[in-house]
Nanobody
């Protein structure tokens, strides 16, 4: 069983940056990990993921501004967000799963989820 806890959210001005972190209680170094965000009133959307073998993918809407990374030794993953816009406002979730599918940007592909961290850009 893997427990994930996000941190690093908050209120940021337009143009600012954030680094979200996700720490896990178990080892998932061979798993796929990803970040999702949920705009108010909408479904969660996958924004970035790292495959079990290190392949990285981004949603088109965030390419160039979002950077995902992982530290397997620390069972942690990160999401660096640059040039924040109001459209980045939402709850950000980290997730982990054993999928071997690509791309892995869909909720059903992940088994474990964090509780989410709020990002507000104004």
């Amino acid at each position: 069983h893997v427990q994930l806890v996000e941190s690093g959210g908050g209120s940021v001005q337009v143009g600012g940056s954030l680094r979200l972190a996700c720490e896990g209680s178990g080892s998932y170094s061979t798993w796929c990990v990803g970040w999702f965000r949920q705009h108010p009133g909408k479904q969660r959307e996958g924004v970035a993921n790292i495959d079990f073998d290190g392949r990285i993918g981004y949603a088109d809407s965030v390419k160039g501004r979002f950077t995902i990374s992982r530290d397997n030794a620390q069972s942690a993953m990160y999401l660096q967000i640059l040039a924040l816009t109001p459209d980045d406002t939402g709850v950000y979730f980290c997730a982990a799963g054993t999928t071997r599918q690509w791309p892995a940007r869909y909720e059903y592909q992940y088994k474990y989820w964090g509780q989410g961290t709020q990002v507000t850009v104004s």
